[in-house]
């Protein structure tokens, strides 16, 4: 007798004292969802322009090109390769390599055309990649040219580098400006919903609260009922954002987009906390809303 | 339970909560004093909108008095103190005159809600609810939701919730309203059971023919007034 009766009395067996989910919370699943979505996405471009921005500065950082100006009757092309030699002497220098003035009138050429190149001093350059881990630095490697009486000039890239890393440092604060934002419009959100839960179920918090039941075990019920809501709306989010990257990565985005964006199969790894985040801010905004309001009910 | 200069009025159907300001007319209980001593039981009658349940009301901490003190299981309440006031409910059983069901929640469920909100687990209140709403008539409506349960059987089940955590004070608003006089009897016979292990029993009702069969003692409100009669005595 009593078996029939226990399968049927699952709901307050399982804790499950608010009526479960109407049409306002199926709405409510949908905007966490795209919320959630758009926070992942904010947060994978985060890491991508890190991703990106660290690149590009160990590319910049790696290579100096080296000006040489002749001295007396000495050619361009004796005084790179003079340049060349000393450079490739100095500690912490990589690969050093004096640019053939054709190869030197190849990159201005996309400035200033072919009309004109023939009447200018084409500058004598010398491209040096330096060591990754010990790099030479700038001034040791003036010293050496100096001491071989060789009159050149050292560009580091450096106003490049201050730029890109500039550049790189917006990127990462407006994505995660909008990674914050969105989270806290999903607690905005989360806040409204309990509000209108709280408005829409006041018949059972009254029961509940005439029953003896504190603020905190009223509280509770919406904190978990929302932290489950935010939770799999997160999952959903999170996933539909990890299936976007993926077709990304997967289908060889167009060269241009994968340098300013370099998305890594490990960006998904951000992934996974985020429902659970979703899940956290969702559950203390509902308490906090609960809490506040039973107080105002007095 | 003790009322100490216990007043309440209401202007355009909103508590005043000061009594700046209030006519005696405002007035629809007046300047209470009175004390049910523990164990006690009694009735508290009264013509329509004498304020029988706005003194309910104010004993089960639904409504703040608009002067005066209330004192309830020795302790003075606090009107802001939320967690007094759950506290003090705790030890209630409360019977509504419109019996405040949960509607997503069956017959069962509804019975053993004070019990779940105390922290209690479902093997520890089972056995025990089930022979209470046995007890009530409900015993063939266990899963049953509100919605399909008659008036009578929807009395009995807030009955039973009142009862089910065997609380210090009853506060029990018509509950015979809307069962037949045998149940009604039957519940009465619960309620002084009840009262025989100890709690206080406070039942309004308009049904006078119950309280001559109970012969219990009777407050009557009249013109925001209290007044104590025995039923064989009449009015004091």
New interface residues.
């Given amino acids: 007798m009593?078996g029939p009766?226990?399968a049927?009395?699952g709901?307050?067996?399982a804790g499950k004292?608010l009526?479960?989910q109407d049409q306002r919370e199926v709405a409510l699943h949908y905007v966490i969802g795209v919320l959630c979505f758009l926070a992942c996405m904010a947060a994978m471009v985060v890491m991508a322009s890190d991703r990106a921005a660290h690149g590009w500065s160990r590319d910049i950082r790696a290579e100096v090109t080296v000006q040489v100006r002749p001295t007396g009757l000495e050619s361009g092309s004796i005084a790179a390769a003079k340049a060349a030699e000393v450079l490739a002497g100095v500690k912490g220098v990589g690969q050093v390599t004096a640019l053939e003035p054709e190869k030197a009138k190849d990159l201005i050429k996309p400035w200033l055309g072919d009309a004109v190149l023939d009447d200018l001093p084409i500058p004598n350059l010398v491209e040096v990649t330096l060591d990754q881990r010990h790099p030479a630095t700038t001034q040791a490697m003036m010293n050496a040219l100096t001491d071989a009486s060789i009159d050149a000039s050292i560009d580091d890239h450096s106003t490049w580098l201050k730029d890109v890393e500039q550049s790189a440092l917006t990127i990462r604060l407006i994505s995660l400006g909008i990674f914050f934002i969105i989270f806290s419009a999903t607690g905005a959100v989360v806040g409204f919903a309990t509000r209108a839960g709280l408005t829409a179920r006041a018949?059972?918090v009254?029961?509940?609260?005439?029953?003896?039941?504190?603020?905190i075990?009223i509280a509770e019920r919406f904190q978990w009922r929302f932290a489950r809501m935010a939770f799999e709306s997160g999952l959903l989010g999170a996933g539909l954002a990890g299936a976007v990257m993926a077709l990304i990565k997967a289908t060889g985005s167009s060269q241009s987009f994968a340098i300013a964006l370099p998305f890594s199969w490990s960006d998904l790894l951000i992934l996974i906390p985020c429902p659970f985040l979703v899940a956290l801010i969702g559950a203390l905004t509902a308490r906090m809303v609960t809490l506040r309001l039973?107080?105002q009910h007095? | 339970m003790a009322f100490h200069g216990v007043s309440l009025g209401y202007d355009l159907g909103m508590p005043k909560t000061l009594a700046a300001g209030l006519n005696e007319d405002d007035l629809i209980l007046k300047n209470l004093n009175f004390e049910l001593p523990a164990g006690s039981f009694h009735f508290l009658t009264g013509p329509s909108g004498s304020g029988k349940t706005s003194l309910l009301k104010m004993i089960y901490l639904a409504q703040k008095p608009t002067t005066g003190v209330i004192e309830l299981f020795g302790e003075t309440i606090r009107p802001h103190d939320r967690a007094q006031t759950a506290g003090l409910r705790r030890r209630l059983g409360i019977i509504f005159q419109d019996f405040r069901l949960l509607e997503h929640l069956n017959v069962f469920d509804n019975a053993a809600l004070p019990l779940f909100v105390h922290g209690a687990h479902f093997h520890e209140y089972h056995d025990d609810v089930t022979e209470l709403l046995n007890w009530v008539g409900l015993k063939n409506r266990l899963d049953a939701m509100p919605n399909v349960l008659s008036g009578g059987e929807k009395q009995r089940l807030a009955i039973a919730r009142a009862v089910v955590t065997r609380p210090t004070l009853i506060l029990a608003d018509e509950p015979t309203g809307n069962i037949d006089y045998a149940m009604g009897l039957r519940i009465m016979r619960l309620f002084i059971e009840l009262n025989r292990l100890g709690a206080t029993v406070l039942i309004a009702t308009h049904d006078e023919g119950l309280v001559k069969a109970s012969g219990m003692p009777v407050l009557e409100l009249r013109q925001g007034q209290l007044f104590q009669r025995d039923v064989s005595e009449g009015v004091r």
């Fill in positions: 009593i009766i226990v049927k009395l709901v307050l067996k004292l009526p479960q018949d059972i009254d029961v509940l609260s005439l029953c003896g039941a504190s603020d075990f039973l107080a007095d």
